[in-house]
């Protein structure tokens, strides 16, 4: 009874596969990389979860070990049931290590392609994977060419508009060097309506050019922060996600 008792309590106070998880992730956020994968390794020996070896990989690959990182990657991307978000993101992280490989070591040889993805098996899943840093949204790239077509509009309504302004002061300098009624009834008649066409010109342009300006600079600015991309390490038993 005491033995059995005694294995219990053992049990009882071993850690599970979410805390090794959660203690390594503590790890490799403290740079403290070789305890970082040790915990890994033994959470993935409590509970075979594939992302485990995604993460030993990624702690590998932050630590500068690029040998280890390609071996713990490739181990991933053959694990069945892992989601095929998950795995293009290892196939992506392999292509980019096999490069480096190649360029530092000249008897490397060539990467080989990408095995295709393996069938995916019923039985326990791990948990979704994070998406891949999206493509710049093309309506972005419309808003700038949008904002840029309207500033050059308005900038060319401004310019139009000093000129009709600069022949308006013209013809008012004309009408107070002119004494004859008809030819001043002219010279006012033509003044009104460069003075209209003035205003409208000069007031449209700045319209035309603030909205311009701010439609180039929201799609320069939403351009460039949906092309940020995130590296992470997989969330696992713990529920926990690394961000650099």
Not at 3 to 27: H, M, N, V
Not at 137 to 144: H, S, T
Not at 198 to 227: C, H, N, P, R
Request: proline share 7%.
């Amino acid at each position: 009874m005491s033995s059995a008792t005694g294995s219990k309590e053992q049990a009882a106070t071993q850690p599970s596969a979410a805390d090794l998880s959660a203690q390594a992730i503590e790890r490799f956020n403290a740079r403290d990389y070789d305890a970082a994968v040790r915990l890994f390794e033994e959470a993935y020996a409590i509970d075979k979860v594939p992302n485990y070896l995604f993460n030993i990989g990624r702690v590998y690959e932050e630590k500068g070990d690029i040998r280890s990182a390609v071996d713990y990657y490739q181990r991933f991307v053959k694990e069945p049931g892992v989601e095929i978000e998950a795995r293009d993101l290892a196939l992506q992280r392999l292509r980019v290590l096999k490069g480096i490989l190649q360029e530092t070591d000249p008897g490397e040889k060539p990467a080989e392609a990408a095995p295709p993805p393996a069938p995916v098996v019923e039985g326990p899943k791990p948990e979704p994977a994070p998406v891949k840093p999206a493509a710049p949204d093309p309506k972005w790239r419309k808003m700038k060419l949008t904002g840029a077509g309207l500033l050059g509009v308005g900038g060319g309504a401004l310019i139009i508009g000093g000129v009709l302004g600069g022949l308006t002061l013209s013809k008012q300098n004309q009408l107070d060097a002119t004494h004859d009624y008809a030819a001043r009834q002219d010279l006012v008649q033509g003044g009104q309506r460069l003075a209209v066409a003035t205003d409208v010109l000069i007031i449209g342009g700045a319209v035309l050019a603030l909205t311009g300006v701010a439609l180039l600079a929201v799609g320069i600015s939403k351009g460039k922060s949906s092309t940020v991309a995130q590296r992470r390490v997989l969330p696992t038993g713990a529920g926990l996600v690394a961000r650099f």
